[in-house]
């Protein structure tokens, strides 16, 4: 069965920290997916990777950056986190250039304190 | 640039009773819709998708969905809820390799 696996369910920081989050698929999807998910916002996409060391801006990037080293892991990196980086974190993944939907790893709650 | 309206943030529902929550999209030569169903503190899990052929599709947990290319519609209805339904849904419509999201709606289903 299709599995992306988030490293962390609940995180807390505290702000100027460097955070990591990583996400692990075991599907040899090409495209990897971050999301920030928060209340009457819906899902915003922060970075997408299409393969390995490629990368591309998603609606929010600001404050973020990513890391694709290997085809099934990809990583977001808070710089120095902020309490406005407080959310929900979802991680994605599916192949490239394909209508089926994308698959959804269980998420990361992450609070910057 | 592709959109997605998801006009209802809440619908309350008694148990038993039907529902639909609506989703409509912004026009585009070729379109895949799909739903996705969210339980609290877990991800996104997919309920049901449309790519071609038959406008009505069937997906899991009973729930099924009409894509009405000329109203830009793909509503989401259930004939009966349970409890269980509980939870956040997500329309989205993919656009090349990218998902656009509604913004979501709370379906709570009361005893």
């Known amino acids: 069965d299709v599995k992306v696996t988030q490293s962390s369910r609940y995180l807390v920081k505290r702000t100027g920290e460097k955070v990591f989050l990583e996400c692990v698929q075991d599907m040899d999807h090409e495209n990897m997916f971050w999301y920030r998910q928060d209340p009457g916002l819906g899902l915003r996409l922060i970075y997408f990777?299409?393969?390995?060391?490629?990368?591309e801006k998603g609606d929010i990037p600001e404050g973020y950056s990513v890391s694709r080293e290997k085809k099934e892991r990809f990583s977001l990196i808070l710089e120095s986190a902020s309490t406005n980086q407080t959310s929900m974190y979802l991680c994605?993944?599916?192949?490239?250039?394909?209508?089926?939907?994308?698959?959804f790893g269980d998420g990361t709650r992450l609070s910057i304190l | 640039a592709q959109s997605v309206t998801q006009l209802d943030s809440q619908v309350p529902v008694f148990e038993e009773a039907p529902v639909e929550l609506r989703c409509n999209y912004s026009?585009?030569?070729?379109?895949?819709l799909f739903w996705y169903v969210q339980y609290p503190n877990q991800g996104l899990q997919l309920l049901l998708k449309?790519?071609?052929?038959?406008?009505l599709v069937k997906g899991i947990n009973g729930f099924e969905a009409e894509f009405n290319k000329s109203q830009t519609s793909f509503h989401l209805r259930k004939p009966s809820v349970h409890i269980s339904d509980t939870a956040e849904y997500f329309c989205a419509v993919k656009n090349t390799d990218k998902l656009i999201f509604g913004t979501g709606t709370r379906l709570q289903v009361f005893p």
């Open positions: 994605a993944s599916d192949l490239r250039h394909s209508n089926q939907p994308q698959h």
């Open positions: 026009s585009s030569v070729s379109v895949y």
């Open positions: 449309y790519l071609s052929g038959s406008t």
């Open positions: 990777s299409y393969d390995v060391k490629m990368k």
